[in-house]
């Protein structure tokens, strides 16, 4: 049990991680503050969020979550960014930031039972969502309908062309 008062801080983390569909660890050291913040504001709006917490306390809910798989990489300044809503938007998000921010690190990830490295984590982030996945299925459903439908109107359009060479040639 944690002494004093970082038993509220461990609690909260470990609902966080528990209700994360995917988290990721990343190396922040060299950012500055706004810089930070403006990461985090893009993370929310995604259905995301960046958590900073003391790597002693991150082992612990690590541990009451089944994410210990991540505490080797929990050495120096970390930070969690945990995704909610869909297991890749978190990492698209930071890979994004990342590229303009190149002292933003990632260290590792996990998610669906499965500890990712640095490019397990990459992986993830380029891997279409469920808008995309919905709008490609649709795609193919529609097309399939299409298809149908024009074999279905072709088949009319031949026999009356038929019947129209019958009847020249009668």
């Known amino acids: 049990m944690v002494?004093?008062?970082?038993?509220?801080?461990?609690?909260e983390f470990t609902t966080m991680l528990g209700q994360s569909k995917s988290a990721v660890v990343a190396e922040y050291q060299g950012l500055t503050h706004k810089q930070l913040q403006v990461l985090r504001k893009s993370l929310k709006a995604s259905g995301a969020e960046m958590k900073i917490v003391k790597n002693t306390l991150a082992r612990r809910a690590c541990q009451e979550t089944g994410?210990?798989?991540?505490?080797p990489e929990l050495t120096g300044p970390l930070a969690f960014i945990l995704s909610y809503e869909e297991v890749n938007v978190g990492p698209k998000v930071m890979l994004e930031f990342a590229r303009k921010h190149p002292k933003l690190k990632v260290r590792g990830g996990y998610t669906e039972g499965t500890r990712l490295d640095a490019n397990g984590v990459k992986?993830?982030?380029t891997m279409a969502g469920k808008p995309e996945l919905r709008a490609q299925f649709l795609r193919i459903l529609q097309g399939v309908?299409?298809?149908?439908?024009?074999?279905?109107?072709?088949?009319p359009k031949e026999f009356l062309q038929t019947l129209s060479a019958k009847g020249d040639q009668a």
């Open 123 to 125: 992986e993830l982030a």
């Open 3 to 11: 002494a004093g008062n970082k038993f509220p801080i461990v609690e």
């Open 67 to 71: 994410m210990d798989v991540l505490t």
């Open 145 to 155: 309908q299409t298809n149908f439908l024009t074999t279905l109107e072709a088949v």
